[in-house]
C-alpha cells in the first residue's frame, strides 16, 4: 500500500524557515518523479515544486522560485521542500504528491494527508 | 501559467449526470494529452479520478469519465451519488518548466 506522510509544517513568521519532510513507503521510491502541492485556505491548488525520480531534474512555480528548494533522498525513500523567505501568502496546507511516472506532468496518483504551514506575526 | 478555467459549481440529482468542464490554452489542454481529474472532499487529501485525458486508476468507478476537444477537456460524472459532492479540480501539463496547471475547481452538489 503506497503511503506518503508529511512532516515538518507549523507556525513560522514573515521571512523565516521551515523544512518540510514526506516519507514515501510501498513503492519503488526513485522510480517516480514527487511534487509538493499546496492549497491555500478555501482555495484551489496550486503546484509549488516538481523533482524526477533521479533528482537530475528540479522545477518551481514562479511564486516560490528562488525562496522555496525541493530534494529527496533516494536511500530514505524521503522528499523535501525546504522554505524560506516565508510570506504571508505560503500559508496553506501544503501536500506531497507521486507522480505516474518517472518525470513530472502525467498526473499525481496518491497524496499524502497534508501538512499544515501557517506564516503569520 | 494561469489556472485552468473551471465553472465554480454544477449540481444534479441522484442518478442524474453532471458534466464539468476545464478549458484552458492550445499550449496546455490543447497540446498535451495528460489531462487529470481530481475529487477532494472537505478536509481531505485530493484522489486522482481520470488520467490521460479519459483513463480510470484502478477502483475508480466506471461513471466517471473524461473526454477532451480543442483546449477543453471535461469530466462526466453518471449516475449521481451522495458521495460524488465534492470539489473537483482539472490539471493538465504545460511542457514548460512549470510541468502542472490546476483549474479553478468546481463544486459539484448532490440535490
Known amino acids: 500500500e503506497v503511503q506518503l506522510l508529511e512532516s515538518g509544517g507549523g507556525l513560522v513568521q514573515p521571512g523565516g524557515s521551515l523544512r518540510l519532510s514526506c516519507a514515501a513507503s510501498g513503492f519503488t521510491f526513485s522510480n517516480y518523479a514527487m511534487s509538493w502541492v499546496r492549497q491555500a485556505p478555501g482555495k484551489g491548488l496550486e503546484w509549488v515544486s516538481g523533482?524526477?525520480?533521479?533528482?537530475?531534474?528540479?522545477q518551481y512555480a514562479g511564486s516560490v522560485k528562488g525562496r522555496f528548494t525541493i530534494s529527496r533522498d533516494n536511500s530514505k525513500n524521503t522528499l523535501f521542500l525546504q522554505m524560506s523567505s516565508l510570506r504571508v501568502g505560503d500559508t496553506a496546507v501544503y501536500y506531497c504528491?507521486?507522480?505516474?511516472?518517472?518525470?513530472?506532468?502525467?498526473?499525481?496518483?496518491?497524496w499524502g494527508q497534508g501538512d499544515l504551514v501557517t506564516v503569520s506575526s | 501559467q494561469s489556472a485552468l478555467t473551471q465553472p465554480p459549481s454544477a449540481s444534479g440529482s441522484p442518478g442524474q449526470s453532471v458534466t464539468i468542464s476545464c478549458t484552458g490554452l492550445i499550449s496546455d489542454v490543447g497540446a498535451y494529452n495528460y489531462v487529470s481529474w481530481y475529487q477532494q472532499h472537505p478536509g481531505k487529501a485530493p484522489k486522482l479520478m481520470i488520467y490521460e485525458i479519459s483513463k480510470r486508476p484502478s477502483g475508480v468507478p466506471h461513471r466517471f469519465s473524461g473526454s477532451k476537444s480543442g483546449n477543453t477537456a471535461s469530466l462526466t460524472v453518471s449516475g449521481l451519488q451522495a458521495e460524488d459532492e465534492a470539489d473537483y479540480y482539472c490539471s493538465s501539463d504545460t511542457g514548460s518548466n512549470n510541468p502542472y496547471v490546476f483549474g479553478t475547481g468546481t463544486k459539484v452538489t448532490v440535490l
Open positions: 504528491a507521486k507522480d505516474l511516472r518517472f518525470s513530472s506532468g502525467y498526473g499525481f496518483d496518491y
Open positions: 523533482i524526477s525520480g533521479s533528482g537530475g531534474n528540479i
